[in-house]
């Protein structure tokens, strides 16, 4: 049985003046201006056809991952849905989902309703996915409710407790360090290099989400054209049992850990505590973040992170390009057709953790 369409059901309304589609290559031009005048001027995905095509360009199909709303008489572009499959970084995945990305109409345009038709379109296009958004204005956490399993990011973190001065982090007190009572296993948190990644085999790769793979990790951050990551794995006296993947995040002369995306058995994380405390110590990091949704607060307590939630006035910072010095809360939402409500989401998900 084919699914209700909203986008079938409101076309007849906008079909004598727009044409719907997934944007051909030759449009991206078209596209990078939209965002440079109806987005955010100077916005990365507006100034840098290399970062476009390494996040939208689907060289299989020849077309950007973005849906556009064209006005049939001056063939202008008025509304854009970008999107990311996870099978962007990798084809051969079995399960891919769709990230939402930029959403927008231009606003001197604002046809009622055309907006929610590039979204409904995507949902159209790609309805045997799931769709996650991350990072959602309050316009799309208004639209996404009905449907969608709606809330904010949890955001983690440890402090440094060798240092008494912080730039990055503000209302700092001793007590709010780090989670005191994590279990402290000694677990072995070593470099991982992409030559160590690619060798990897054993259990260990059986903790990868089906909508993600070995290949996707390697393209998405040990390949990024512009951030430098960095992996970790945790390792017991028998095997790997996690990898983190995790980059600076700078400010002055300043920088954090920022922990983007993970995979791991079961509590991999309990017992890290010592080796978190050995990776500030040899960056001289202030602080340890990790910014992500469904991650058992028991394992994370137990790796000595705190919940920013429960720390009523600290400042963990969550923008940096550019700076901004205070708490902002990451919304986001599972499509409730696809995907389990406990699904996990990172930071690096979507298009959350790209230059700006």
């Given at each position: 049985?084919?699914?209700?369409?909203?986008?079938?059901?409101?076309?007849?309304?906008?079909?004598?003046?727009?044409?719907?589609?997934i944007?051909?290559y030759?449009?991206?031009?078209?596209?990078?201006?939209f965002i440079d005048?109806?987005?955010k001027e100077?916005?990365i995905?507006?100034?840098?056809?290399?970062?476009?095509k390494?996040?939208?360009y689907?060289?299989?199909k020849?077309?950007l991952?973005?849906?556009?709303?064209?006005?049939?008489q001056t063939?202008?572009?008025?509304?854009?849905?970008?999107?990311?499959?996870?099978?962007h970084f990798?084809?051969?995945i079995?399960?891919?989902?769709?990230?939402?990305?930029i959403?927008k109409?231009?606003?001197?345009h604002?046809?009622p309703?055309?907006?929610?038709?590039?979204c409904?379109m995507?949902?159209?296009?790609?309805?045997d996915?799931?769709?996650?958004?991350?990072?959602?204005?309050?316009?799309?956490?208004?639209f996404s409710t009905?449907n969608?399993?709606?809330?904010?990011?949890?955001?983690?973190?440890?402090l440094?407790?060798?240092?008494?001065?912080?730039t990055?982090?503000?209302?700092?007190?001793?007590?709010d360090?780090?989670?005191?009572t994590?279990?402290?296993f000694?677990?072995?948190?070593?470099?991982?290099?992409?030559?160590d990644?690619?060798l990897?085999?054993?259990?260990?790769l059986?903790?990868?989400p089906?909508?993600?793979?070995?290949?996707?990790?390697i393209?998405?951050?040990?390949?990024?054209?512009?951030?430098?990551?960095?992996?970790?794995i945790?390792?017991?006296?028998?095997?790997?049992?996690?990898?983190?993947?995790?980059?600076?995040?700078y400010?002055e002369?300043?920088?954090c850990i920022?922990?983007?995306?993970?995979f791991?058995?079961?509590n991999?994380?309990?017992?890290?505590l010592?080796?978190?405390?050995?990776?500030?110590?040899k960056?001289?990091a202030?602080?340890?973040d990790?910014?992500?949704?469904?991650?058992?607060?028991?394992?994370?307590?137990?790796?000595?992170?705190?919940?920013?939630?429960?720390v009523?006035?600290?400042?963990?910072?969550?923008?940096?390009?550019?700076?901004?010095?205070?708490?902002?809360?990451?919304?986001?939402?599972?499509?409730?057709?696809?995907i389990?409500?406990?699904?996990?989401?990172?930071?690096a998900?979507?298009?959350?953790?790209r230059?700006?």
């Amino acid at each position: 049985m084919e699914p209700f369409s909203y986008y079938k059901k409101h076309l007849p309304y906008f079909e004598d003046k727009y044409t719907f589609s997934i944007c051909p290559y030759d449009r991206a031009g078209d596209v990078m201006y939209f965002i440079d005048k109806y987005w955010k001027e100077g916005h990365i995905l507006a100034r840098s056809f290399d970062f476009m095509k390494w996040q939208h360009y689907d060289k299989i199909k020849d077309r950007l991952n973005f849906i556009i709303a064209e006005h049939k008489q001056t063939k202008d572009i008025h509304a854009i849905y970008g999107f990311t499959l996870s099978s962007h970084f990798d084809p051969h995945i079995a399960e891919p989902i769709l990230w939402g990305n930029i959403w927008k109409n231009a606003f001197e345009h604002s046809e009622p309703g055309l907006g929610m038709m590039v979204c409904w379109m995507a949902y159209d296009l790609f309805f045997d996915m799931g769709h996650v958004g991350l990072g959602l204005s309050q316009t799309a956490v208004k639209f996404s409710t009905s449907n969608n399993t709606v809330g904010i990011a949890d955001q983690y973190f440890m402090l440094n407790p060798s240092k008494t001065h912080f730039t990055i982090a503000k209302n700092t007190r001793q007590a709010d360090l780090y989670v005191k009572t994590g279990a402290n296993f000694k677990r072995q948190l070593l470099e991982c290099t992409l030559d160590d990644f690619e060798l990897m085999g054993g259990d260990i790769l059986l903790s990868i989400p089906p909508h993600k793979s070995k290949k996707y990790y390697i393209n998405r951050f040990f390949k990024h054209p512009i951030y430098q990551y960095s992996a970790f794995i945790i390792k017991n006296a028998q095997a790997v049992i996690g990898i983190a993947f995790w980059r600076f995040c700078y400010h002055e002369s300043a920088r954090c850990i920022r922990i983007v995306d993970y995979f791991g058995e079961e509590n991999a994380l309990a017992g890290c505590l010592s080796g978190f405390f050995e990776l500030l110590e040899k960056h001289d990091a202030e602080y340890i973040d990790f910014i992500c949704v469904n991650m058992p607060q028991y394992e994370m307590e137990s790796a000595g992170f705190i919940n920013r939630k429960l720390v009523s006035d600290i400042i963990i910072p969550n923008y940096f390009e550019p700076f901004v010095p205070k708490n902002i809360d990451i919304y986001y939402s599972i499509d409730n057709y696809h995907i389990p409500t406990d699904k996990r989401i990172f930071k690096a998900d979507s298009d959350q953790d790209r230059p700006s």
